[in-house]
């Protein structure tokens, strides 16, 4: 059974930074591109990065772009999203995903506020 | 960035209804079209990828047409199960970009 559990959120100060998880099992995780997609509270889907199933191809939203890194470790079957400088405007959902969102981890909740 | 316009926002429809939802891209995306249903507290679930391919467990009542940057989702016959909101997704060139979401709900 593929699963996808993201870890890593909480309750952070603007400006600070923040690194989430996602551990993935059931698939060959190195065979798949990943994503992170976000859900502000009460409002729809956005689009955070992608990452090829070998690193090679990296891309990012103009919002996060210069701010988050994606990045993964095959051995360890985990994704990552280092997020810096982080604004109220960031607080959101965030979700893993393979490839084009055949799967979905539960999300993370990540919360910046003074 | 490809904007993606969805409509309509707010959808009431009845059991057994057959329903539409539309999504038009400010540009051609070459069918690379997703569909997801996300009711509320749950994580968004693939229905259809790339325009008119149901993902595997989707009922048959599901189906997505649509060419250049015009995309449709049908659903033949409204069940119970149905209801939530719904998201297109353009996967043609970067930045991806999401639809702002149909909430279908019971009249």
């Known amino acids: 059974e593929v699963q996808l559990v993201e870890s890593g959120g909480g309750l952070v100060q603007p400006g600070r930074s923040l690194k989430l998880s996602c551990l993935a099992s059931?698939?060959?995780?190195?065979?798949?591109?990943m994503n992170w997609i976000r859900q502000a509270p009460g409002k729809g889907l956005e689009w955070v990065a992608s990452i090829s199933s070998s690193s090679s191809y990296i891309y990012y939203a103009d919002t996060v772009k210069g701010r988050f890194t994606i990045s993964r470790d095959n051995a360890k079957n985990t994704l990552y999203l280092q997020m810096t400088s982080l604004r109220s405007e960031d607080t959101a959902l965030y979700y893993c995903?393979?490839?084009?969102?055949?799967?979905w981890g539960q999300g993370v909740m990540v919360t910046v506020s003074s | 960035d490809i904007q993606m316009t969805q409509s309509p926002s707010l959808l009431s429809a009845s059991v057994g209804d057959r329903v539409t939802i539309n999504c038009k891209a400010s540009q051609n995306i070459n069918k690379y079209l997703n569909w997801y249903q996300q009711k509320l507290g749950e994580a968004p679930k693939l229905l259809i990828y790339n325009t008119n391919n149901l993902q595997t467990g989707i009922p048959s009542r599901f189906s997505g047409s649509g060419s250049g940057t015009d995309y449709t989702l049908t659903i033949s016959s409204l069940q119970p199960e149905d209801f939530g909101t719904y998201f297109c997704f353009q996967h043609n060139s970067w930045p991806y970009t999401f639809g702002a979401g149909t909430k279908l709900e019971l009249k």
């Open positions: 995903a393979r490839q084009l969102g055949s799967y």
């Open positions: 059931g698939f060959t995780f190195s065979n798949y591109g």
